[in-house]
């Protein structure tokens, strides 16, 4: 039996560390957070703590470590919090072994990622690097990158070059498309459902406002396009839809909820304009109709030049040519910050958020190996 090399011994150990504890988005993310900055305390970097209060007015917290003066140079970015899982997965928080493989909740999306990040630092030691450094482990990325948000907010967080941790199989990731919702409700009149007349069917309305919509996607933004990514347009869709009240009363209410991923060159109020259109539309048909708009949430996408020193870094070091996802990331974030930010990580995205995710040993080893090599070109 080959004895593990101290470098992998050190990287499942981490690993295992991060993965025991429950950072599922819904708790406090306070107990990683603790760990995470007593080791970069022991190695030497300054540490912020941004805290503040979620919606349910849970202790949620940023992390921001610095070493060296002035702006960093490069900044490394780990979510620190993770997706739930299913009670039955048993063995979600402790870290398992199997066929060159480690599962447990997160060992993809990011903790493995960060394991790397650590064990690189460790590796490298800070007397090495002549240049600033940062690292940053956010909060609630997984329920809309709450946490880097706040630090957009407050203006924290600046770098020249990012490089943000998701489960990438070590491909560079320079675009990503934004992502955006919009809670639509649309209002009839109850009545009797035997006597039509005497009620609005706000059903019926979202039918054709639906109807509508469908149409827009497929012609006006299909029209609109970024090859860089597939499909190569702004994708819409309705997960969610509810209304009325009984199958025999005309129903006065229907809500759904509108989702656009828009590509970065379009702004993300372009689907906005349509849903807007699309209701000024139907009140010429039928003045009765009556519809409100809600906009949640708006987030652009990103799309780091290929030429950007750490995207080129980042290919030649793993040898995989750059490319794009249609989900959103953190990257846009640390980009409106100041960064030319990269997606990077160990791990397939297609194995996070389900029971037995997992990530290769063999990818944490190139992930620490190219991150130690990160740090010495960016910073040494």
């Excluded at 060159?265 to 009140?283: C, F, G, M, N, W």
């Excluded at 080129?312 to 910050?337: K, M, W, Y």
């Amino acid at each position: 039996m080959t004895t593990p090399s101290p470098l992998r011994e050190a990287l499942t150990r981490t690993l295992r560390e991060l993965v025991a504890i429950d950072s599922t988005s819904s708790r406090s993310n306070g107990p990683i957070i603790e760990l995470l900055e007593a080791k970069l305390r022991a190695l030497g970097f300054s540490v912020a703590l941004h805290p503040y209060e979620d919606d349910a007015g849970v202790r949620k917290v940023n992390l921001l470590a610095t070493r060296g003066e002035g702006r960093p140079q490069l900044a490394l970015v780990g979510h620190s919090d993770c997706v739930p899982f299913d009670p039955a997965w048993t063995e979600a928080l402790v870290l398992t072994e199997r066929d060159g493989k480690l599962f447990g909740r997160g060992a993809a999306d990011t903790k493995g990622f960060i394991a790397c990040a650590l064990v690189a630092l460790e590796q490298v030691g800070l007397d090495a690097l002549k240049k600033p450094l940062l690292v940053v482990f956010t909060a609630d990325e997984e329920v809309g990158c709450i946490g880097a948000k706040r630090l957009v907010d407050a203006g924290v967080g600046r770098a020249r070059y990012a490089i943000v941790g998701e489960p990438t199989q070590l491909r560079p990731i320079r675009a990503n498309k934004g992502y955006c919702l919009a809670e639509v409700e649309v209002r009839g009149k109850e009545g009797h459902s035997a006597y039509p007349e005497v009620g609005v069917s706000a059903i019926f309305h979202a039918a054709r406002f639906l109807k509508k919509l469908e149409e827009a996607a497929q012609t006006v933004l299909r029209a609109e396009t970024d090859e860089l990514f597939q499909p190569p347009y702004t994708t819409v869709n309705v997960g969610m839809i509810e209304g009325g009240k009984a199958k025999n009363i005309i129903p006065g209410r229907c809500r759904f909820i509108v989702e656009w991923r828009p590509i970065p060159s379009q702004p993300t109020s372009r689907v906005t304009e349509l849903l807007k259109s699309i209701v000024a539309d139907l009140q010429r048909e039928d003045p009765a109709v009556d519809v409100q708009i809600r906009v949640t949430r708006e987030d652009r996408g990103v799309d780091t030049a290929a030429t950007s020193e750490v995207v080129q870094f980042l290919v030649r070091e793993s040898g995989n040519a750059p490319g794009s996802v249609p989900f959103g990331t953190e990257a846009p974030q640390l980009t409106a910050l100041g960064a030319e930010a990269v997606v990077f990580g160990p791990g397939d995205i297609r194995v996070a958020h389900r029971t037995g995710e997992f990530v290769p040993i063999e990818d944490l080893e190139r992930c620490e190996a190219i991150l130690e090599r990160a740090l010495r070109h960016f910073c040494g």
